[in-house]
């Protein structure tokens, strides 16, 4: 009897943590009003795009004076999967004055486009299927993490691990895209 409880409590917790789909928020009503490189950056939202990493390159230098958030996953992984509904909400949150991006790195495109098709979000995510692009961004621990670039289009830090809140993504955003939580 003791193993079968013990059996039920460990199977209950594997398997769909982070997997029911996610609500589409309105994100043309939240993000209305976002500046043209944002506005054109949402247009894409919820988009894979292909073009390596030298599409990426030209998106991150065309998002110069705009902090950027880049977030990288995989529709395999079960802690990224745990994790979209924080970047939902943060990219909702503060997507009029942070650009937000994705990398689907080390995926299947059928499976991506899957995951996306119900867990939405207003950015686009950029295909690696080789994972370039998450090595170039030292997302080099494994899936999910987190890419933050400064104004300027530099890289400041790469976050391993999934962020569990709302609040704790935009703490790490004023301190590692802004430049610390006392800059303008």
Request: proline content about 8%.
């Amino acid at each position: 009897m003791l193993t079968a409880l013990f059996g039920a409590a460990v199977l209950s917790g594997c398997g769909s943590e982070g997997e029911e789909p996610s609500p589409a928020p309105d994100y043309a009503k939240k993000l209305a009003g976002a500046p043209a490189p944002l506005a054109s950056l949402y247009k894409q939202g919820n988009e894979l795009l292909s073009g390596g990493q030298s599409a990426f390159d030209d998106r991150i230098a065309s998002l110069q004076g705009y902090p950027v958030v880049v977030n990288i996953w995989a529709s395999w992984c079960g802690p990224c999967r745990a994790e979209f509904p924080v970047f939902q909400q943060t990219a909702a949150a503060m997507g009029k004055e942070v650009a937000f991006l994705g990398v689907n790195s080390e995926d299947n495109d059928d499976a991506a486009e899957t995951f996306l098709s119900t867990h939405q979000v207003p950015y686009p995510s950029y295909i690696d299927p080789d994972g370039s692009i998450a090595g170039d961004l030292k997302a080099t621990h494994g899936y999910p993490a987190t890419a933050f670039f400064d104004r300027d289009g530099i890289l400041s830090y790469t976050h391993s691990g999934p962020f569990e809140s709302q609040e704790e993504l935009e703490e790490a955003i004023r301190t590692y895209a802004y430049g610390g939580p006392d800059s303008d």
